[in-house]
């Protein structure tokens, strides 16, 4: 039997449409710890060599993902101008999580019922094992959980921040390193 956990050495993480004028359709008290949320994990991707790809919709006109996750990015990263709500149904997005070498794919961002669950449905389909980080994506009121009930109906791992670093830390060593290398500062709303 294969391991039913996510492993980071399969994982490649997606980062999708982390933006202002999606941010801004949420309440105020939902957003900074969403983005709080958000670079962190990416900081945790980068630490444990897990390939990030990230993407913006329509950069034009919505802007670029906001600072504090352009921050958090690794320097080299490429950020995508979306032209599609699904990442797999553009061919460069889809060509740079092919490039990863993996096989599992991480997904995070806005918004949950639209550009997430088209992604994660259509990396399903590509052939992808993939997981939804349910307190690292977001949607406007009952959106969000419609969104994530889609996905899970379709076979899409639902889990949490913490649960994703979990999974990939795998061992006390791990764990250890992995959060001394983030400091002792979580985002608001999470504990480890």
Not at 127 to 153: I, N
Request: hydrophobic content about 45%.
């Amino acid at each position: 039997m294969s391991d039913l956990l996510f492993d980071r050495r399969q994982s490649v993480l997606a980062v999708i449409d982390v933006q202002a004028r999606f941010l801004d359709k949420l309440p105020p008290q939902q957003r900074e710890p969403l983005v709080g949320r958000i670079a962190w994990l990416i900081g945790v991707a980068r630490h444990l060599s897990v390939p990030v790809v990230a993407m913006a919709e329509d950069v034009e006109q919505n802007g670029p993902p906001v600072g504090e996750v352009t921050d958090a990015l690794p320097p080299e990263t490429r950020v995508f101008d979306k032209r599609v709500f699904g990442l797999a149904g553009q061919g460069d997005i889809l060509d740079a999580v092919r490039a990863s070498g993996r096989t599992e794919a991480v997904l995070l961002g806005l918004e949950t019922d639209v550009c997430v669950s088209q992604s994660a449905l259509g990396l399903l389909a590509a052939g992808y094992r993939v997981v939804a980080v349910s307190d690292a994506t977001a949607s406007p009121g009952e959106h969000h959980a419609a969104g994530l009930a889609r996905m899970k109906q379709a076979g899409v791992t639902i889990t949490t921040v913490k649960g994703i670093f979990y999974e990939w830390a795998r061992d006390l060593e791990t764990l250890g390193h992995t959060r001394s290398a983030m400091g002792a500062i979580l985002p608001a709303g999470l504990t480890l």
